[in-house]
């Protein structure tokens, strides 16, 4: 299995899904061989303890820059103190772990090679290419979801192309991401299988963290204010301008809100401007990246949590919200709408819409209630196991369709 992150060192959502993904396999007992782009110590305590008990799951990895979802211009500027090890950019990046694999996959005994999009794509068709073995890529995302659903970059659509072209079958987290595979890539709608992401269902982080108890730069529950929380990167594909347009909205009915924001991203600086432009800054607070202990708390610190994704192939938090009992207002343009019923759903482009629906959560206590039983009742049925299942059934029939072949 090729990815490029992994809890506890991961930027966002694609760690956690790859995690929730191998840990649930290992219960099928699948043997994995995960294959990371850059190094990471398995005798630190983080990693153990992420996996623990679990002794189907090894690791290998190679020390690369690669993170999830940035952009070549990210990349310039991050790369700017790294030092020579590094490649010149991104893309070289992607072809330098392809590169490394032939070393990688020396002696190893597998029968079926699983990438995790597009950064590992290039890696797991030079696997298949050396092995011979049968390949599965796992779409996440694509560049039209990180142009926000119009446009991609044309280096990035072509490694993803060639990705879906080469595999024996491809993974979709959404019936919205399979539609966009079929149209966008010109991939035949038989290679494309719908597993829908999955939650742990026992969602609950370890104790500690800055925020506890509501000590902190973060206003935890003040009395006689309500709480609005996004969690995500502030980039396009998300819509975090959309979240405060709203959140201007809502001010104008109800001051005492505040709107959390938590994620970092390219628009960060932009928001910040956006939020004192707008005259809201006072009531928008920007949290950073929050995991752990910290991200729980503010899920249940919260009155209603809002994904207004512009394109959002799946959306895991909405179901950690769920988890923490908390309702959600999704975008329709995000795969999470179609395993969500109880849950209030709304045009990411209709902000006079999605400020209403936030109002009415603010002010009708019943609706909230209802809207929170009901969706954690759902979320605590997407199970990773379900999502395990079946890739296990996909495994077998590629496994067995290449035997008849042979």
């Known amino acids: 299995?090729?990815?490029?992150?992994?809890?506890?060192?991961?930027?966002?959502?694609?760690?956690?899904?790859?995690?929730?993904?191998?840990?649930?396999?290992?219960?099928?007992?699948?043997?994995?061989?995960?294959?990371?782009?850059?190094?990471?110590?398995?005798?630190?305590?983080?990693?153990?303890?992420?996996?623990?008990?679990?002794?189907?799951?090894?690791?290998?990895?190679?020390?690369?820059?690669?993170?999830?979802?940035?952009?070549?211009?990210?990349?310039?500027?991050?790369?700017?103190?790294?030092?020579?090890?590094?490649?010149?950019?991104?893309?070289?990046?992607?072809?330098?772990?392809?590169?490394?694999?032939?070393?990688?996959?020396?002696?190893?005994?597998?029968?079926?090679?699983?990438?995790?999009?597009?950064?590992?794509?290039?890696?797991?068709?030079?696997?298949?290419?050396?092995?011979?073995?049968?390949?599965?890529?796992?779409?996440?995302?694509?560049?039209?979801?990180?142009?926000?659903?119009?446009?991609?970059?044309?280096?990035?659509?072509?490694?993803?192309?060639?990705?879906?072209?080469?595999?024996?079958?491809?993974?979709?987290?959404?019936?919205?991401?399979?539609?966009?595979?079929?149209?966008?890539?010109?991939?035949?709608?038989?290679?494309?299988?719908?597993?829908?992401?999955?939650?742990?269902?026992?969602?609950?982080?370890?104790?500690?963290?800055?925020?506890?108890?509501?000590?902190?730069?973060?206003?935890?529950?003040?009395?006689?204010?309500?709480?609005?929380?996004?969690?995500?990167?502030?980039?396009?594909?998300k819509g975090p301008d959309y979240f405060l347009r709203a959140a201007k909205r809502v001010l104008d009915e109800n001051p005492k809100t505040f709107f959390i924001i938590a994620g970092s991203g390219d628009m960060e600086r932009q928001m910040i401007r956006l939020a004192a432009e707008i005259g809201i800054a006072e009531n928008v607070f920007f949290s950073g990246f929050v995991r752990g202990a910290d991200l729980e708390r503010l899920y249940r610190a919260a009155d209603l949590f809002v994904l207004p994704s512009v394109s959002e192939p799946f959306g895991i938090t909405p179901l950690e919200s769920l988890l923490a009992d908390t309702p959600v207002l999704i975008s329709k343009q995000s795969g999470v709408s179609e395993v969500i019923t109880h849950a209030l759903k709304v045009d990411f482009w209709d902000t006079e819409e999605m400020a209403n629906k936030i109002i009415s959560v603010l002010r009708y206590p019943p609706l909230k209630k209802q809207l929170s039983r009901s969706g954690k009742e759902e979320a605590q049925k997407l199970t990773w196991g379900k999502a395990a299942e079946k890739c296990v059934m996909l495994y077998h029939r590629i496994l067995a369709e290449l035997r008849i072949t042979n």
């Open 1 to 237: 299995m090729f990815g490029w992150e992994f809890p506890p060192y991961n930027s966002g959502g694609l760690g956690v899904a790859c995690s929730g993904l191998a840990r649930a396999l290992a219960k099928e007992n699948v043997d994995i061989l995960f294959v990371l782009p850059k190094h990471i110590n398995i005798a630190e305590p983080s990693v153990r303890f992420l996996f623990a008990g679990i002794e189907q799951v090894a690791f290998k990895g190679v020390r690369t820059g690669l993170t999830p979802y940035r952009t070549a211009a990210e990349y310039s500027r991050w790369r700017s103190g790294e030092g020579d090890i590094y490649g010149e950019n991104l893309f070289s990046e992607v072809l330098r772990y392809a590169a490394l694999v032939r070393k990688l996959i020396e002696g190893e005994d597998f029968d079926i090679i699983h990438a995790h999009d597009w950064l590992s794509f290039p890696a797991g068709i030079e696997a298949k290419r050396i092995s011979r073995k049968p390949l599965i890529v796992h779409v996440h995302a694509t560049g039209f979801d990180q142009g926000g659903g119009e446009h991609a970059d044309s280096r990035v659509y072509a490694i993803e192309k060639e990705g879906m072209e080469e595999a024996d079958a491809v993974v979709a987290v959404s019936e919205y991401t399979r539609r966009m595979i079929i149209e966008r890539y010109h991939i035949e709608e038989k290679k494309v299988h719908v597993v829908h992401n999955g939650v742990d269902v026992d969602f609950h982080t370890a104790e500690g963290g800055s925020y506890q108890n509501g000590v902190g730069p973060l206003p935890l529950k003040i009395p006689g204010y309500k709480i609005v929380l996004y969690v995500g990167r502030l980039t396009l594909q």
